[in-house]
């Protein structure tokens, strides 16, 4: 069974960088399928943020795009997210899938982060 | 990208159906057969519902059921249940290659 856990820090300071990990198991990211970033903030709706291939190759929200670098390592069965100059707009859940940006087949439980000083 | 349109909120007792409607256009719902569906409890992860315009994932009931008639596409409960009162969300593949997600529906189950 395909698990994802997401890991980082659950506060961060406005206008500086979010870190996220996604560590995978049961499945080899090597082997194939997209990995993304969902986020949720707190009583709204989802906003897909972006997608990464096994090879590297990203795919990002237009409205995200000039802040975030996802990064992809498959010796630790990882994929990251960066989203840089964040401000309270950012504060929410954020979850790790596989699948997007056709559909999100597997999610981790989901991790909040706060953005506030 | 402009999120997909869903009511904000629907209602049904047990027993009875329910169609929550996704719209979009002919960049993203209109024009791929990408459309997927996810089921949100408070507090939980979302959990894929649909994907693919109608194909169900192994383990969802099949009282879950998907279409899509143009820009629009839809997800109807049958025999509703209890446990079906959750957060429900569209999404779709778009010609920019991302994903778009629908603002989502609140069911009631009265």
């Known amino acids: 069974q395909v698990q994802l856990q997401e890991s980082g820090p659950g506060l961060v300071a406005p206008s500086e960088t979010l870190s996220l990990t996604c560590t995978v198991s049961?499945?080899?990211?090597?082997?194939?399928?997209?990995w993304g970033w969902i986020r949720q903030p707190p009583g709204k709706g989802l906003e897909w943020v972006g997608t990464?291939?096994?090879?590297?190759?990203?795919y990002y929200n237009p409205s995200l795009k000039s802040r975030v670098t996802m990064s992809v390592d498959t010796s630790r069965n990882q994929f990251s997210l960066k989203l840089s100059s964040v401000t309270a707009a950012d504060t929410a859940v954020y979850y790790c899938?596989?699948?997007?940006?056709?559909?999100?087949?597997?999610w981790g439980q989901g991790t909040l982060v706060t953005v506030s000083s | 990208q402009s999120a997909l349109t869903q009511p904000r909120s629907v209602s049904g007792s047990p027993g009875q159906s329910v169609t929550i409607s996704c719209t979009g256009t002919?960049?993203?719902?209109?024009?791929?057969?990408?459309v997927s569906w996810y089921q949100q409890h408070p507090g939980k992860a979302p959990k894929l519902m649909i994907y693919?315009?109608?194909r169900r994932p192994s383990g969802v009931p099949d009282r879950f059921s998907g279409s899509k008639s143009g820009n629009t596409a839809s997800l109807t409960i049958s025999g509703l249940q209890a446990e079906d009162e959750a957060d429900y969300y569209c999404?779709?593949?778009?010609?920019?290659?991302?994903?778009?997600f629908g603002g989502g529906t609140k069911l009631t189950v009265l």
């Open positions: 990464i291939f096994h090879d590297g190759s990203t």
């Open positions: 049961g499945y080899s990211i090597s082997s194939g399928y997209y």
């Open positions: 693919d315009v109608t």
């Open positions: 999404s779709s593949y778009t010609s920019s290659v991302t994903l778009v």
């Open positions: 002919s960049s993203d719902v209109g024009g791929y057969n990408y």
């Open positions: 899938a596989r699948g997007p940006p056709r559909y999100c087949s597997f």
